[in-house]
């Protein structure tokens, strides 16, 4: 049984720095792609940025240049680091799994079979 664990959430006030971070529990197939999302009340769920099998990377315009995803090995854990934070990036962010996913597939939410349970990001002064 895969579980996704998340961490890092919380309130920041405009321009800070936030890193989560989204610890895998149980054994996934070596070929797994994983990707971050985010969900607010007034928008659809929106792809971030995603990282293939092989460590290759894909970011959403929208946080291109701001955030950066990363994964420890040793950990088990994926990594979203964030900067420039604006009230606009208030949501509930989620990590998934994407077993076998080739890159091109990342962004599309369908394509994930693991999810984490959100956490809040508010960014407000």
């Known amino acids: 049984q895969v579980r996704l664990e998340e961490s890092g959430g919380g309130l920041v006030q405009p321009g800070a720095s936030l890193t989560l971070s989204c610890e895998v529990f149980g054994r996934t197939t070596s070929r797994s792609g994983s990707g971050w999302f985010r969900q607010s009340p007034t928008k659809e769920r929106e792809f971030l940025g995603g990282?293939?099998?092989?460590?290759?990377?894909m970011y959403a315009d929208s946080v291109k240049g701001r955030f950066t995803i990363s994964r420890d090995n040793t950990r088990n854990t994926l990594i979203l680091r964030m900067t420039n934070l604006t009230p606009e990036d208030t949501a509930v962010y989620y990590c998934a799994l994407c077993p076998g996913c080739i890159k091109s597939s990342l962004p599309r939410a369908s394509n994930y079979d693991y999810w984490g349970q959100g956490t809040q990001v508010t960014v407000s002064s």
């Open positions: 990282m293939n099998w092989s460590g290759s990377t």
